[in-house]
Each structure stands twice: as structure tokens, then as C-alpha cells.
């Protein structure tokens, strides 16, 4: 149910960004990915999209950037016209350490880019598809992640805490936008295979998932283009964890 339809995902051109990027473009959407830096990565992503038939674009930008994310979202209008889905993926992650080793500036960073460019990227997507700006309705899908509720300790709080910082934006959002046609959704993923992860972290932790297995971007991908299709209708604001019970 995503034939014909625009969607928009940051951080598209690895990792679970990807992975949905690809599928959308399998399930007839239009793909306009944006990306940091990873051209030859954004590219492959690109190609896959359109071997699957898809029309698809890419631009890199910083999300932490306001000018970077409206270029993003005019480009995305000038190549495919309105939007219908947003997917908020875009995040950083520093290495793993305690908190009384953070720097500010590692601090800055992370709130920059997981939070700031989460709401920039949110608040254009508004005015590309909200009723109430002439827009038909749409989507916004944010990717927050488990540390949300597990909270990290001993690795990255402050990442955990900006992902908290992002269930609370959907919970909000989507009292907010009900009346613009914009359902507002998340996905919490829980310990999944790419490259995010440091050295053996996949291996030391999996065990203490009730299932017992690390996850695949792509079983994440599902739930991000359920909660972005026709088929999730009736559902906003709601926080899904997919996590293998974690």
C-alpha cells in the first residue's frame, strides 16, 4: 500500500535506512534518500532503488543544519512533487564510555543531530503535507531505539536520552498534527545487525533477548512501512518496540 506514494528517509544510505529505502522502492514508492556523507554508500542504495523500479534521488546534508534540511525537502518536492512520508532516521552515535567522560562537544553533537534534526526535519515535513498548508496528509515515521527505555548505561546515556527525547516528540506530534491529515508514529529497535554497534557488542548482549537473536534492518524496515502505509490508518502516536522482547 505504498504504490505511488513520496517518502523521504534520513540517514538513508546504510543500516536500517537503507533497508527501507530498498523496500519501499520493491512496494512502488517513490525514494528520495538523504545522507551524510557515504556518496558510494547513498549511490548503492540509489541503484537498488531503481532496479526495483523505483524512481529514486539522494542528497547529502547535515540535519542538524536548518538550511540543509530545507534544501533537502525542496529538492525532494522538485523531483517528485508532494510528500507523503517522512521517515526520521538520521542519528549519531559515539563510542561507548561512561558519562563523567563526555565531552560537551560530544554532548552538542548528539542533541544536534538526534534531536534538533529530528524536529527540523519533522517541522518541514508539515508544511509539505499538512491540510492546512494545501498539503493531502501524510506520515511521519521517527526511528527512535530501545536505549530510549533501557536507557544505556555504561555506553551512551546521552544517546539514550535523545531517543527518550524522540518518543516524547511522537507522543506529542501526534495530538498536535491529527487535525493537519499527519499520523505520527515510532519504532524502537533493539539490538540489530549493522554497523552502528562496536567490536562484539551483538555478540555480548544478544543472550539477553528473550528471543535470543540479534534483529535484521529489514525486520525493522517492515514496521517503519507498516506505520508509513494505508494499513496502519488508525494508528498514531504509538511507540512500537522492535526489540525481541528486550
Known amino acids: 500500500m505504498l504504490t505511488d506514494k513520496t517518502i523521504l528517509i534520513t540517514g538513508g544510505s546504510r543500516g536500517i535506512g537503507a533497508a527501507t529505502a530498498v ?134 546515556v546521552d544517546y539514550a536520552a535523545t531517543k527518550g527525547a524522540m518518543d516524547t516528540m511522537t507522543v506529542g506530534l501526534a495530538k498536535e498534527l491529527a487535525g493537519d491529515g499527519i499520523r505520527v508514529n515510532a519504532v524502537r529497535p533493539g539490538l540489530i545487525d549493522t554497523d552502528i554497534h562496536e567490536g562484539d557488542r551483538l555478540e555480548r548482549l544478544y543472550r539477553t533477548i528473550p528471543l535470543q537473536r540479534v534483529g535484521e534492518a529489514t525486520e525493522v524496515a517492515e514496521t517503519i512501512l507498516f506505520l508509513a502505509s494505508d494499513a496502519s490508518s488508525y494508528v498514531s502516536g504509538s511507540l512500537i518496540n522492535v526489540s525481541g522482547g528486550r
Do not use: Q, T, W
Not at 528520495?32 to 529514486?56: M, Q
Not at 518536492?77 to 538520521?90: K, S
Not at 527540523?120 to 498548508?133: F, G, P, Q
Open 23 to 156: 523496500m519501499a522502492a520493491e512496494r512502488g514508492a517513490r525514494v528520495f534518500v538523504h545522507y551524510l556523507s557515504n556518496h558510494d554508500a547513498a549511490a548503492a542504495v540509489i541503484a537498488r532503488c531503481r532496479a526495483a523500479g523505483s524512481a529514486a534521488e539522494s542528497l547529502s546534508g547535515d540535519v542538524s543544519s536548518e538550511a540543509d534540511v530545507i534544501d533537502l525537502f525542496d529538492a525532494c518536492r522538485e523531483r517528485f512533487g508532494a510528500l507523503d512520508v517522512l521517515v526520521n532516521n538520521a542519528g549519531i552515535l559515539h563510542p561507548l564510555d561512561r558519562l563523567e567522560n563526555f565531552s560537551a562537544e560530544r554532548l552538542h553533537e548528539v542533541v544536534n543531530v538526534n534531536i534538533v534534526g529530528a524536529f527540523l526535519c519533522a517541522r518541514e515535513a508539515v508544511k509539505a503535507m499538512s491540510i492546512n498548508h494545501g498539503g493531502k496528509g501524510g506520515a511521519i515515521v521517527n526511528v527512535s531505539s530501545a536505549a530510549a527505555y533501557l536507557g544505556s548505561p555504561n555506553e551512551y
